[in-house]
């Protein structure tokens, strides 16, 4: 009995490890263009096709400075329950979303431009759908950050 129960929960670590997935190799910022979305709808990203329903979320604004807006948020960012702050460049940051039950990992993407915008991606590592996590996501980080509040 307590054999069964030790694989039991051996397959149950493995499997809650195995659905954060592998960090794609394609993240960052080439040219000035954060990765397209797969054709899968479980990403959305503020470079796609305004036209691409699926797909297309507006960038988050800001006025001041690139610095300053940066800094918020960082903040708003580091204030959430399984948040990890990836990569941190002067014009972009990389935060990992692990869900709370299975451990799936999304990828948040923001690049800072010369112009007092924030492109934006969100994307899951796995599965198909995403079931809309990652456009609310970005719209609560939206909310906070216009708004000055943390979510």
């Not at 051996?10 to 394609?26: D, R």
């Not at 948020?73 to 990836?86: N, Y």
């Not at 112009?115 to 909310?143: C, H, M, W």
Request: with cysteine.
């Amino acid at each position: 009995m307590g054999r069964l129960k030790g694989m039991s929960v051996l397959l149950t670590v493995t499997m809650i490890l195995g659905c954060s997935g592998k960090m794609p190799g394609n993240l960052g910022v080439d040219r000035g263009r954060l990765a397209l979305c797969p054709d899968s709808p479980n990403c959305v990203s503020s470079q796609s096709d305004p036209s691409d329903r699926r797909h297309y979320i507006e960038p988050l604004r800001y006025r001041g400075t690139r610095a300053a807006a940066k800094e918020r948020l960082v903040g708003i960012l580091s204030g959430q329950k399984r948040v990890r702050i990836v990569a941190n460049r002067d014009d972009y940051l990389h935060a990992e979303f692990k869900s709370a039950v299975m451990g799936f990992v999304d990828d948040v993407e923001f690049y800072f431009p010369d112009e007092p915008v924030i492109q934006v991606r969100s994307a899951a590592r796995l599965g198909y759908s995403d079931f809309g996590v990652n456009r609310k996501r970005i719209e609560r980080i939206r909310a906070a950050f216009q708004d000055g509040t943390s979510w």
